[in-house]
């Protein structure tokens, strides 16, 4: 799926960002891959750069910590998990549902990583997709 592809997606499912936003820089996705020690897959980084032009339901997570959706990033939201106890070294959140719970890449798959949904109630990982672009052909199912 190229960028192009992802874009005609989300025009049909989502509105646009009302306002001009920053998508990550180079060194904003150089820091995060140190981080995970995961190298993120293209559709995956098309998606969270795109974020900068559509209003998405729930809390895509940020790259960078310039001019975005307000969101917390996903380097905080991770930090913040693995202090409470019980978050799964390998989980990165990438999407915030808003109830504890998140949709993730695992870093120890990247960069064919598949997504995953952390249930913070029954502290259960479950598969959701075999893989980020799987997962994009299903959001118009999830955010209908």
């Known amino acids: 799926m190229t960028r192009d592809e992802i874009v005609n997606l989300l025009d049909g499912i989502l509105d646009k960002e009302l306002e001009n936003l920053d998508i990550p820089s180079v060194s904003d996705w150089e820091r995060i891959e140190k981080k ?5 897959p293209m ?20 790259v960078s910590n310039v001019k975005t959706n307000g969101n917390d990033t996903i380097e905080f939201t991770y930090d913040y998990e693995m202090k409470q106890g019980g978050w799964e070294e390998e989980l990165i959140p990438f999407y915030s549902v808003g109830n504890g719970d998140y949709f993730c890449l695992l870093s120890n798959e990247c960069p064919n990583t598949g997504v995953y949904y952390y249930s913070h109630e029954e502290n259960n990982i479950e598969k959701e997709a075999d893989n980020f672009e799987e997962w994009l052909n299903q959001l118009p199912i999830f955010l209908s």
């Open 43 to 62: 559709k995956f980084r098309f998606f969270i750069e795109l974020m900068s032009e559509y209003s998405f339901p729930g809390d895509i997570l940020n």
């Open 36 to 40: 995970f020690k995961c190298q993120f």
